[in-house]
């Protein structure tokens, strides 16, 4: 079956850096949207981000100048990019893969990996 898994997960200072990648496998990669969640204690999960099979990006507005998605079609890797980290980025990051153009919604997904925790410190 479709397994996404990310990695590149951590505590990190406020104003650092992480990169978070998810390697998919058994998935017509470039047939999807390739999209990040994220999931904070006691909140429902939220779109951070995605990016079409021709590099078409769209992000929330929190994270628009911070966070940058990009993939590697070659590779059946979406990485996320995250810069100057803010306490309230910290949550599970969750890679998507969805059929659908826009995937705002979780309702959109087709397929979700495990989640990776990213913690921020003040």
């Known amino acids: 079956q479709v397994q996404l898994v990310e990695s590149g997960g951590g505590l990190v200072q406020a104003g650092g850096s992480l990169r978070l990648s998810c390697a998919a496998s058994r998935l017509s990669f470039n047939s999807y949207v390739m999209a990040w969640f994220r999931q904070a204690p006691g909140k429902e999960r939220e779109f951070v981000g995605q990016?079409?099979?021709?590099?078409?990006?769209y992000y929330r507005d929190s994270v628009k100048g911070r966070f940058t998605i990009s993939r590697d079609n070659a590779k059946n890797t979406v990485y996320l990019q995250m810069n100057n980290l803010k306490p309230e980025d910290t949550a599970v990051y969750y890679c998507?893969?969805?059929?659908?153009?826009?995937?705002?919604?979780?309702?959109?997904?087709?397929?979700w990996g495990q989640g990776t925790q990213v913690t921020v410190s003040s």
């Open positions: 990016i079409t099979s021709s590099n078409n990006r």
């Open positions: 998507a893969a969805s059929k659908y153009n826009v995937v705002y919604s979780p309702g959109s997904v087709d397929y």
